[in-house]
């Protein structure tokens, strides 16, 4: 533990002098262009006009800084139980909840989109929640059967799980509740034990969303040790007490069971550098990749992340964005395609790798339109 602690410590220092010295250079650079050119820019009006390379289609395309592909998204998908099932999620217009023999259909036009991941949320029935989550562990629960129905059907589509305990939790929280409190360290290794359960199913990535102290290190030790070292973690690693969250809440049945709020292990909005020292521990724990939730709002937070650690750095476009935006476009007050592409846009201009969205698939029929 004291040797984890000096690795955490030491990736803390290292990215704050990271970012004070690319300040520094960046600052320097600018200082330089001043000089040199009396104002920012290289170049002065009329001579320099920064409208020719807008003039036209080709030109723009040209000289754009960053392309929006396919490749970019992981689609959420929700899943319920039976068989040939379609639910519509009231409080997000356009979603379904899918049942497991509709799952493998789905990951086809995905896959015939391009797209190269989905992740998956089980809305797991009231009666199997118990304030232990021991359906969590249970090899045949509704994520493990629609994992395992995906990989058969398309060994190519990467599956993405989530690791936390809410979906089963009769208590709505990720992780156990002791007296009121949500305990860290039994949380763990309830999490150690769902992951294990969940990449035999066939899942790819195992995203620990549950923001417990030291559950990275955990995960990846139980991973490795059942023989599961190719199994990628992506670290939900700045993942902020967020009001955004409550459309998924409804499409997973957690709101109804949740008492309290998260703000215990979840992040404070107000802070910034305190995700730095998440980031920097969860890396240092053997996070392959790192997630920052919400996403639009956060996307300062994203681009200190990619700037300071330049590891891969996702972002998660939350239900209550996905909802805020169809709202807006059903009412006719947004041009739906347009804000569809540019909102996506923004997460790539703010160095995200890729995206969890819910427009996945629609965003993909457009950009090959």
């Known amino acids: 533990m004291a040797s984890l602690a000096r690795r955490n410590e030491f990736f803390v220092v290292f990215a704050e002098f990271d970012a004070i010295f690319k300040a520094i250079t960046n600052l320097t650079r600018k ?12 170049g002065t009006y009329p001579s320099t006009r920064l409208r ?18 396919a490749d970019d998204f992981i689609w959420p998908v929700f899943v319920i139980d039976g068989n040939n099932r379609r639910e519509p999620v009231a409080s997000m217009p356009g979603v379904e909840r899918l049942s497991v023999d509709l799952i493998p259909a789905a990951a086809a036009e995905a896959r015939s989109l391009g797209i190269p991941a989905m992740a998956l949320f089980p809305n797991t029935a009231p009666a199997l929640k118990t304030p232990d989550a021991k359906e969590s562990l249970n090899p045949d629960n509704l994520v493990c059967r629609a994992s395992k129905a995906l990989k058969d059907a398309h060994p190519d589509m990467g599956i993405l799980c989530d690791v936390a305990l809410d979906p089963y939790n009769s208590d709505g929280h990720d992780g156990i509740v002791r007296d009121g409190v949500i305990v860290n360290d039994e949380t763990i290794e309830i999490l150690c034990q769902q992951a294990i359960v969940q990449a035999s199913a066939g899942c790819n990535i195992i995203g620990p969303s549950d923001m417990m102290d030291g559950r990275i290190g955990a995960i990846r030790k139980a991973l490795d040790g059942a023989g599961f070292e190719h199994v990628r973690i992506m670290s939900y690693a700045a993942k902020y007490a967020s009001a955004f969250y409550g459309p998924f809440r409804d499409a997973v049945g957690a709101d109804s069971a949740l008492k309290g709020d998260k703000k215990t292990y979840q992040m404070d909005p107000a ?6 020292r998440e980031v920097a521990m969860d890396i240092a724990e053997g996070a392959d990749m790192v997630m920052v939730k919400p996403g639009m709002p956060y996307l300062d937070i994203v681009r200190r992340v990619k700037d300071t650690f330049s590891v891969p750095t996702f972002a998660y476009q939350v239900s209550g964005e996905y909802t805020m935006l169809k709202a807006a ?9 347009k804000v569809v592409l540019e909102s996506l846009m923004a997460f790539k201009r703010a160095g995200a790798d890729g995206i969890l969205t ?5 965003a993909a029929k457009l950009i090959q339109d």
Request: charged share 20%.
């Open 271 to 276: 802070n910034s550098n305190e995700a730095l």
């Open 358 to 362: 819910y427009l996945a698939i629609e």
């Open 329 to 337: 476009a059903n009412n006719g007050w947004l041009d739906n395609d």
């Open 52 to 69: 020719r390379n807008r003039g036209d289609g080709f030109s723009r395309r040209m000289v754009a800084e960053n392309r929006l592909s």
């Open 31 to 42: 200082l330089n262009i001043v000089a040199s050119n009396g104002q920012y820019g290289l």
